[in-house]
């Protein structure tokens, strides 16, 4: 079974650039979820969606933030303009369905992005 | 709000045992535990659901104690293997094992030397 997928794998910029990363769950997998994770902390959510919908953006800088996940796979995280503080790495993660018991997370290799 | 895990870090010597905490200020309804490797992405370990339910992964055994509002991780044995960074998470809500909204905590980083 093909696992998460995500591209790039590294990324360089300079602030006040723009940047954008894609993401292709699991196959069959109707929630995606966006995570930021600074070194030496723990991965923090973005953004869920369930099938395109977005379930929770709460903690998603809107300012400078955006996603869209198009038809319900592909899923796509932009920073514009990005910040010294963005740099981290950004996790794709997706799951079977919202509200099953004993539902894990599969998570992609992730984004690492250095801002300049 | 984000749980609180201890210690931040341990190094043990292969076959020794260890135990990582996870405490949450608020309620807890579950308990979810992953294991990341360095330069790599997490993986799921578990979930624990209300009830004080224990679980076993390899070695690695859990506990959930909702009234106390936090879980435990036990590694027994330890191999080189089990070297990382554990986190635990905690879902927005009442869902029961659901991974919807998952707050993760403050990471506890495992070494295991030969």
């Known amino acids: 079974e093909a696992g998460v997928a995500q591209s790039p794998r590294y990324k360089i910029i300079e602030k006040r650039q723009s940047v954008a990363f894609w993401c292709n769950p699991i196959?069959?997998?109707?929630?995606l979820y966006w995570y930021q994770q600074i070194l030496g902390q723990g991965p923090k959510l973005l953004i869920q969606?369930?099938?395109?919908?977005?379930?929770?953006d709460s903690q998603l800088p809107k300012d400078r933030f955006s996603a869209e996940r198009l038809k319900g796979v592909d899923s796509t995280l932009k920073i514009q303009p990005a910040k010294l503080e963005d740099s981290a790495v950004y996790l794709c993660?997706?799951?079977?369905?919202?509200?099953?018991?004993?539902?894990?997370?599969?998570f992609g290799s992730g984004t690492q992005l250095s801002v300049l | 709000q984000q749980p609180v895990q201890s210690p931040q870090a341990v190094i043990l010597r292969e076959g020794e045992d260890a135990v990582i905490n996870c405490s949450s200020s608020?309620?807890?309804?579950?308990v979810h535990w992953y294991r990341q490797k360095h330069g790599e992405a997490p993986v799921f370990l578990m979930i624990?659901?209300?009830?004080?339910e224990q679980k076993g992964h390899e070695k690695i055994s859990a506990s959930f104690n909702e009234k106390k509002q936090q879980s435990s991780l036990y590694l027994t044995a330890s191999q080189l293997s089990y070297s990382g960074t554990y986190f635990c998470?905690?879902?927005?809500?009442?869902?029961?094992?659901?991974?919807?909204?998952?707050?993760f905590g403050t990471g506890t980083r495992l070494q295991v030397t030969l």
């Open positions: 969606f369930q099938n395109n919908g977005v379930v929770d």
């Open positions: 998470g905690t879902p927005k809500g009442a869902n029961t094992g659901t991974a919807s909204k998952l707050t």
């Open positions: 196959s069959g997998h109707a929630t």
């Open positions: 608020k309620a807890l309804y579950s």
């Open positions: 624990l659901l209300k009830g004080g």
């Open positions: 993660a997706s799951s079977l369905d919202k509200g099953r018991r004993n539902e894990k997370l599969f």
